[in-house]
């Protein structure tokens, strides 16, 4: 009984630990909640070494699943998950997702931005436009394939070759194996807004990446005025690197 007794103790106190520790986070941030938006060839499972870091940290997670469609569509399924999350919010994207979170960013709720290896348009710009292909190039992006119906994937050897060339090979096939499909309408389509203007903005640099080249990131960070970090990684830093994403995702928050 005694020993039952002292077991119960010690989980009310660990317990009380968590409780107190979690509530002394909650108290640093101005934001609340953090909404995960992945780029093409991705979907929300890019996110599940970040979500429990930042969970553990005391901030409420919401990873989207957007159909990569169109930029409209994509920012209509952000805008929801940003009505559903409480807020203040941090917006986060990776790769194409820093198109939509460009477009959802610019309202009340929304706390601060984090691009993440992505795109940073500025209003009127599309992918195409901001890509800047013809000054950037990219291997990975050479590397695409376009279906019959219009829609851009990567092959599994370009996928390991250039989008997870620091995963394991394991790591690498799954993500190749549950892409999502990029519509390539979206090429053309332009944010009407650019949120980074009028919201803190932070981005994560991936130093070794052949899909949104390096160089082309650094120009993002300093045009949007951005608290910047790299970090040498490929394409999905978040996969290889989650706790230095995660990391610059607290910062945002408070």
Known sequence: MKLLKKIALGSVIVGAAVFSATTSFAADYK???????HG???DGSSWNKVTPILEAAGLDVIAVQNPLESLEGDVAFTNRAIKRAEGPVVLVGHSWGGMVITEAGDQDKVHSLVYVAAYAPDAGQSLGDAAKLDVHPAAGIAALKKDDDGYFYLPDEAAAKYFAQDLSSEE???IAATQGLLNSKTLGQKVSKAAWKTKPSFF????DDYMTPTKLQREFAEKIGATSQEKVSSHVIMVSNPQFVADLIIKAAK
């Open 31 to 37: 934001a609340k909640s953090v909404v995960l938006v």
């Open 40 to 42: 093409a060839f991705a």
């Open 172 to 174: 690498a096939a799954s």
């Open 204 to 207: 994560a640099i991936a130093g």
